[in-house]
C-alpha cells in the first residue's frame, strides 16, 4: 500500500543526490510521497545522480530537483518561490529531510595538515546545524508546511563522542540537536514535530572523507552487536516511519538507528 499516495504531499529533501538523502528520497517515493531534492553537485557528477533521479520517477510520483547551494540566502528564497509555484496552492510540505555533509575534517594539532581555525567551526556548524533552522524558518513564513509536518535531520555518536579529525562536525551534530529540540518545542503549536536520527557508521562518501575511514569501519563491525554497518536504506527506513501518521506524538527526540552500535 501507498499511503503517501493522492495527498498532494511533498518531502524536501536537503541532500538528497547521495547517500541517506538519496535512499530516503526512493523509500518515501516508493510510499508515493512527492519528492523535490536540493543538491549540490559538479557536472562530471550530474548523469549518475540524473540516473538515480529517473528510478525515482518510476515510483509514478512528483519529482524535482534543484543543483544549486542550499545555504546561500538567495538560493534558497528562489527555491522556495519555485516550490510555491509547484506545490501550488493544495500541496505541501509534509516531510523536511536534512541530509548535508559539508564540513571540515582538520586536526586540531598537527605539524604536516592544516588545522582546524574559526572559519573552519563557522562554516561546518552553519552548513550542518544553522541551515536546518534557516530552512524550517523560511518554509514556515512561506506557509508551506502541511498541519502534520515533520522535520528530520542525522546526527551521529560525535554527539558525545571525541574522533580525530571530527571536532567541527561533533560541533556541528551537538548544535543541530539543540536546534531540533527548540524547533520541537516553539513549532509545536503549528504541528511540527522535530526528530534526530543518530545513524550508526555508514559506508558512504562522507565516511570515506574521514582520515582513517577504514580503521573505523573494522572497528565498527567488532562493536556492532549485529556485525554490520549501518546501511542507508537503515536510516531511510527510520524516516518513512517517522513520517507515518502513527509517529505523530515522537518530537524532540534523538532516536539511534545502528543496530545497537551505541550500547557497547
Same mark, same amino acid.
Given at each position: 500500500?501507498?499511503?503517501?499516495?493522492? +495527498?498532494?504531499?511533498?518531502?524536501?529533501?536537503?541532500?538528497?543526490?547521495?547517500?541517506?538523502?538519496?535512499? #530516503?528520497?526512493?523509500?518515501?517515493?516508493?510510499?508515493?510521497?512527492?519528492?523535490?531534492?536540493?543538491?549540490?553537485?559538479? =557536472?562530471?557528477?550530474?548523469?549518475?545522480?540524473?540516473?538515480? %533521479?529517473?528510478?525515482?520517477? &518510476?515510483?509514478?510520483? =512528483?519529482? +524535482?530537483?534543484?543543483?544549486?547551494?542550499?545555504?546561500?540566502?538567495? &538560493?534558497?528564497?528562489?527555491?522556495?518561490?519555485?516550490?510555491?509555484?509547484?506545490?501550488? @496552492?493544495?500541496?505541501?510540505?509534509?516531510?523536511?529531510?536534512?541530509?548535508?555533509?559539508?564540513?571540515?575534517?582538520? *586536526?586540531?594539532?598537527?605539524?604536516?595538515? *592544516?588545522? @582546524?581555525?574559526?572559519?573552519?567551526?563557522?562554516?561546518?556548524?552553519?552548513?550542518?546545524? /544553522?541551515?536546518?533552522?534557516?530552512? #524550517? &524558518?523560511?518554509?514556515?513564513?512561506?506557509? @508551506?508546511?502541511?498541519?502534520?509536518?515533520?522535520? @528530520?535531520?542525522?546526527?551521529?555518536?560525535?554527539?558525545?563522542?571525541?574522533?580525530?579529525?571530527?571536532?567541527?562536525?561533533?560541533?556541528?551534530?551537538?548544535?543541530?540537536?539543540?536546534?531540533?529540540?527548540? /524547533?520541537?518545542?516553539?513549532?509545536?503549536? %503549528?504541528? /511540527?514535530?522535530?526528530?534526530?536520527?543518530?545513524?550508526?557508521?555508514?559506508?558512504?562518501?562522507?565516511?570515506?572523507?574521514?582520515?582513517?575511514?577504514?580503521?573505523?569501519?573494522?572497528?565498527?563491525? &567488532?562493536?556492532?552487536?549485529?556485525?554490520?554497518?549501518?546501511?542507508?536504506?537503515?536510516?531511510?527506513?527510520?524516516?518513512?516511519?517517522?513520517?507515518?501518521?502513527?509517529?505523530?506524538? /515522537?518530537?524532540?527526540?534523538?532516536? *539511534?538507528?545502528?543496530?545497537?552500535?551505541?550500547?557497547?
Amino acid at each position: 500500500m501507498k499511503e503517501f499516495q493522492d +495527498k498532494n504531499e511533498w518531502a524536501l529533501i536537503l541532500g538528497g543526490s547521495s547517500g541517506l538523502g538519496l535512499a #530516503t528520497a526512493k523509500k518515501l517515493a516508493k510510499h508515493g510521497m512527492n519528492i523535490c531534492v536540493v543538491h549540490r553537485n559538479s =557536472k562530471m557528477q550530474e548523469e549518475a545522480i540524473n540516473a538515480e %533521479f529517473e528510478s525515482i520517477k &518510476k515510483e509514478n510520483i =512528483k519529482f +524535482k530537483s534543484f543543483n544549486r547551494d542550499a545555504f546561500k540566502p538567495e &538560493k534558497r528564497e528562489t527555491t522556495i518561490e519555485e516550490l510555491k509555484s509547484i506545490l501550488g @496552492l493544495n500541496s505541501k510540505i509534509k516531510v523536511l529531510v536534512h541530509s548535508v555533509a559539508k564540513g571540515n575534517l582538520k *586536526p586540531m594539532v598537527s605539524q604536516e595538515n *592544516p588545522v @582546524l581555525k574559526n572559519d573552519d567551526f563557522a562554516l561546518t556548524i552553519n552548513a550542518m546545524a /544553522i541551515s536546518l533552522y534557516d530552512w #524550517t &524558518k523560511a518554509l514556515f513564513e512561506a506557509k @508551506l508546511f502541511a498541519k502534520d509536518t515533520r522535520i @528530520l535531520s542525522f546526527t551521529s555518536e560525535g554527539n558525545t563522542k571525541a574522533w580525530q579529525n571530527y571536532a567541527a562536525v561533533s560541533a556541528a551534530k551537538v548544535a543541530l540537536e539543540a536546534i531540533t529540540r527548540n /524547533i520541537a518545542l516553539e513549532f509545536a503549536p %503549528f504541528g /511540527i514535530k522535530a526528530n534526530c536520527i543518530q545513524a550508526g557508521v555508514t559506508d558512504t562518501a562522507s565516511l570515506r572523507m574521514i582520515p582513517d575511514s577504514e580503521k573505523i569501519i573494522e572497528h565498527t563491525l &567488532k562493536r556492532n552487536p549485529n556485525k554490520r554497518l549501518t546501511s542507508p536504506n537503515d536510516a531511510a527506513n527510520a524516516v518513512y516511519l517517522l513520517s507515518k501518521d502513527e509517529a505523530s506524538w /515522537i518530537t524532540g527526540a534523538v532516536i *539511534p538507528v545502528d543496530g545497537g552500535e551505541h550500547l557497547r
